[in-house]
């Protein structure tokens, strides 16, 4: 798990930040995810993460990893 997992669930009520889903009808910790990827230079502290649904955090890392191959 994250170690900013709390911290970001907190503060997001534990709703995924992008379609507001509650993490509890999902039965599972939402993932932390990378507002501005570390792969393009951005950095791991909180004003950087976000709570994401699964759905959220697929579709994200399609969007910012599908051309670079
Ligand atoms: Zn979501």
């Given at each position: ?32 995810e990378h507002i501005f990827p570390t792969s393009r230079g951005g950095v791991n502290v909180e004003i ?22």
């Amino acid at each position: 798990m994250n170690p900013f997992y709390h911290l970001v669930a907190d503060r997001a009520f534990h709703r995924c930040e992008y379609c507001h889903a509650p993490e509890l009808v999902f039965n599972f910790p939402f993932e932390v995810e990378h507002i501005f990827p570390t792969s393009r230079g951005g950095v791991n502290v909180e004003i950087n993460l976000a709570l994401a649904c699964r759905l959220a955090f697929l579709t994200l890392f399609l969007i910012t990893n599908w051309h670079q191959k």
